[in-house]
């Protein structure tokens, strides 16, 4: 009995903490505890055989709003009903896992061995498992659960700075996903203009040939001595922009200056001529969420430039309002 007892006392605990991590909620330590030691003493109620009238759906979901306005208080009915919805999915998630582990590591025999048909022609179920293993996938499943939910809500917050990228020079107009970095402040020390920086793959067809495959390992100083010996369209927009990495000294990165760029994040289009395109020679995204990292002056910059034109057309021609 104390065994179950402690067993239980850590299932509670764990489903009350995941809950408040679901919700986002700070919980205080003795009320967490308090909240876990009522949700074991219930299952200890089993083996009193005076309390088998408790054993109906009412009394568990009443222990359950017992258990969550300890651990969470009661600060509104919404708030309330969002937390309790929120710790039945867990149970349900948590349940379901252990389920699907202990048939997935059944053979045949064993399942077709829990099969009975009842007198009235109806088929029932015998469910027989073990203690330990319960306890053990329990805590995997939730765990597991855990990283599936943190690596949702890490997708979900970078997909808040993603945004539509189209650079054109030219005829010709290159877009891919771009993602805003906040603390980019690459800038060409002379025109003092932001650095955009994007994947060569995009530019691969313009650029030329001999320097396929040669941008991510080689100095690009070196690739522009080159052209000396074979015409590039758009030689005259090249730049070479210094920076310096991550415990490394300075380098230079190969840059080029478009016509415009245009970047479109959570449908407001920001349209600028000041900046440089950076290419670079590996992969920005392990996953290809993005090709190119938006400087932020890029969407400051054009932003107060908008604001600026509307403010003069608006002094120029003042709205009627009928």
């Not at 809950?19 to 949700?39: C, D, F, N, P, Q």
């Amino acid at each position: 009995m104390d065994l179950i007892f402690l067993t239980n006392l850590c299932i509670d605990g764990a489903l009350i903490g995941m809950t408040a991590w679901m919700r986002k909620t700070k919980l205080v330590w003795w009320r967490w505890l308090l909240s876990a030691i009522v949700g074991a003493l219930y299952v200890v109620m089993m083996f009193v055989p005076e309390f088998d009238f408790m054993f109906t759906f009412l009394i568990k979901f009443g222990f359950s709003l017992v258990m969550l306005t300890i651990a969470f208080g009661f600060k509104g009915l919404q708030a309330f009903a969002r937390t309790l919805g929120t710790f039945y999915v867990i149970n349900f998630v948590a349940a379901g896992g252990i389920l699907g582990v202990h048939y997935m590591l059944q053979s045949s025999g064993e399942l077709f061995n829990g099969i009975w048909f009842t007198a009235s022609g109806g088929m029932s179920f015998d469910l027989k498992i073990a203690f330990w293993f319960t306890f053990i996938v329990f805590f995997a499943v939730l765990f597991l659960f855990k990283a599936v939910q943190s690596s949702k809500r890490k997708t979900d917050r970078m997909t808040t700075y993603l945004g539509k990228v189209e650079v054109c020079i030219d005829e010709v107009v290159i877009s891919c996903t771009g993602l805003l970095d906040t603390g980019n402040q690459l800038t060409d020390p002379l025109s003092r203009m932001p650095v955009m920086v994007m994947e060569v793959s995009l530019w691969q067809d313009m650029l030329p040939a001999s320097w396929k495959g040669r941008l991510k390992d080689e100095a690009p100083d070196n690739l522009i001595l080159e052209l000396d010996q074979e015409s590039f369209q758009w030689q005259d927009r090249l730049r070479l922009v210094p920076y310096r990495g991550i415990n490394k000294g300075t380098a230079f990165m190969l840059a080029m200056k478009p016509d415009r760029v245009k970047v479109t994040m959570e449908e407001t289009c920001y349209e600028t001529t000041r900046v440089l395109i950076g290419l670079d020679g590996g992969v920005l995204s392990s996953d290809g969420k993005y090709q190119a990292v938006i400087h932020p002056e890029l969407v400051q910059d054009a932003a107060s430039a908008q604001s600026t034109a509307l403010s003069a057309g608006a002094t120029e021609k003042p709205l009627n309002v009928v």
